[in-house]
């Protein structure tokens, strides 16, 4: 029971906080992630054993040259082409049985560059449309990824045989997995009639890139996890564990949805 108190407590203290910043303004929002971007970096060098400052400072330099060139279509389609390129690399990776755990420095920069630091970016630059800061995308995105999750579970828990990715997560399902989707559709159409921002075809296309792509980020975090053979990625969320756990997904999916509204639509 107290476990269960500790970790209601600790996830609504992070949902107010992450949906009023969302809701404030621009600069709430960009200020509350930046700042969840370090404490990220600092949980995932930890986890890869890696004491290192070169990160931070490409963290800030990425922001500052995305917030001073956002206009440029060339550079931020060379990052863009940089971050998902990273994001397919470790979504192949999830179904090779060797051991893909970076071992040197140059290797563990170059995830960290292009498994978080371009994944924040995105996910910063984001609801920034035409130079008009659109809070529906974000928040929109923060519910398709609550809604996923609870479903997947809630599924997968009374209905779940079929194990999804074992060796990474034995605990998923198929039935969960596909529970998860469908719902999110759901939440969509819901938030299509509500809100007009986009056309429904455009939600549950985003919908469906959240839940699949959702998934995925959250099982290529539960791969590093178990490389090397951590529970949680850090202790500041109670019940819990570290803040990267509970934005493994929407960092995974961000350049992929930047791509679709900035580059598709």
Known sequence: MRNLLKRGTSGLIYAVLFISA????KESYVTLVSLFGLVCIWEFLKLLNFKNIIPYIVFISILFLSFSNYNSQLLMTILLVISLTGSIQLLIQLYTKKNNF?????????????Y??????FLILLPVVNGEYQESIILSLVIFIWVNDSFAF?????FGKRKLFESVSPKK???GFLGGVFFTVIAAIIISFNIDFLSITHWIVLSLIVSILGTTGDLVESKFKRQANIKDSGTIMPGHGGLLDRLDS????????YL???YII
């Open 116 to 121: 978080l630091l371009l994944s924040f970016a």
């Open 250 to 257: 929407l960092l995974f999916v961000a350049p992929f949805v």
């Open 102 to 114: 970076p071992s040197n420095t140059i290797q563990k920069i170059d995830i960290s560059i292009r």
């Open 260 to 262: 679709y509204i900035h």
């Open 173 to 175: 399902t198929i039935e």
């Open 154 to 158: 809630l599924v997968g828990k009374n």
């Open 22 to 25: 969302i809701l404030y303004s």
